[in-house]
Nanobody
Framework: QVQLVESGGGSVQAGGSLRLSCSVS????????MAWSRQAPGKEREFVGS????????YYRDSVKGRFTISRDNAKNTVYLQMNRLNTDDTAVYYC??????????????????WGQGTQVTVSS
């Protein structure tokens, strides 16, 4: 059974930084693309970014490019989301998910599953 546990969320002022972590168990982590998504109140879940199995390829939604960085440590079965220059539009619950297919990277939320419980990020002005 695959389990994903996110951590690192919190409250920060605009311009600040947070680093989210997602620990994965129950799957051969190094074979799968990982993704981060987020959902703000009253809005649909949206793709934030993804990273391929080796960590050599990443994709981001336009609004976070240059501010967010995804990385992974396959030895620790953990994926990270470094978020810099946060703004109020980044306020949401952030989730990590595992690719449905081995080695396949995608920018679509529907191509990932086993999403974690989420971690709240709140950015104040």
């Amino acid at each position: 059974q695959v389990q994903l546990v996110e951590s690192g969320g919190g409250s920060v002022q605009a311009g600040g930084s947070l680093r989210l972590s997602c620990s994965v168990s129950g799957r051969t982590f190094s074979r799968y693309t990982m993704a981060w998504s987020r959902q703000a109140p009253g809005k649909e879940r949206e793709f934030v970014g993804s990273i391929n199995w080796s960590g050599g390829l990443t994709y981001y939604r336009d609004s976070v490019k240059g501010r967010f960085t995804i990385s992974r440590d396959n030895a620790k079965n953990t994926v990270y989301l470094q978020m810099n220059r946060l703004n109020t539009d980044d306020t949401a619950v952030y989730y990590c998910g595992v690719g449905k297919s081995e080695y396949s990277i995608s920018v679509y939320v529907g191509d990932y599953d086993n999403w974690g419980q989420g971690t709240q990020v709140t950015v104040s002005s």
